[in-house]
């Protein structure tokens, strides 16, 4: 069983930056993908971003393109999301996802629920 831990939320004004980390322990196999998700008050969770443990291929949901980016550090065994250009918008529970058995492509459209491991999630507030 992996467990992932999130850290790096917080309240930021819009136009500014954070960076999110989730580190992996437990039994992290070297395959699979790895992404975040994120939930805005009274809506469903949705996929921001995914990266394969192997080769690195990433893929984000169109509204995060261009200004969120998506990194990992296989030796620390942590995952990153750099937000750069933050809305309003993005405010929700950011969580990190980890599933041995799915591709960072196939993450974009598998439903939330089928996904291996979550973290408890860390909240993300763009606010002026």
């Known amino acids: 069983q992996v467990q992932l831990v999130e850290s790096g939320g917080g309240l930021v004004q819009p136009g500014g930056s954070l960076r999110l980390s989730c580190a992996a322990s437990?039994?992290?196999?070297?395959?699979?993908?790895m992404g975040w998700f994120r939930q805005a008050p009274g809506k469903e969770r949705e996929f921001v971003a995914a990266i394969n443990w192997s080769a690195g291929s990433t893929y984000y949901t169109d509204s995060v393109k261009g200004r969120f980016t998506i990194s990992r550090d296989n030796a620390k065994n942590t995952m990153y999301l750099q937000m750069d250009s933050l809305k309003p918008e993005d405010t929700a529970v950011y969580y990190c996802v980890s599933d041995q058995h799915t591709t960072a492509r196939a993450m974009v459209f598998m439903p939330p629920n089928t996904l291996d491991a979550w973290g408890q999630g860390t909240l993300v507030t763009v606010s002026s």
């Open positions: 437990g039994s992290i196999f070297s395959r699979g993908s």
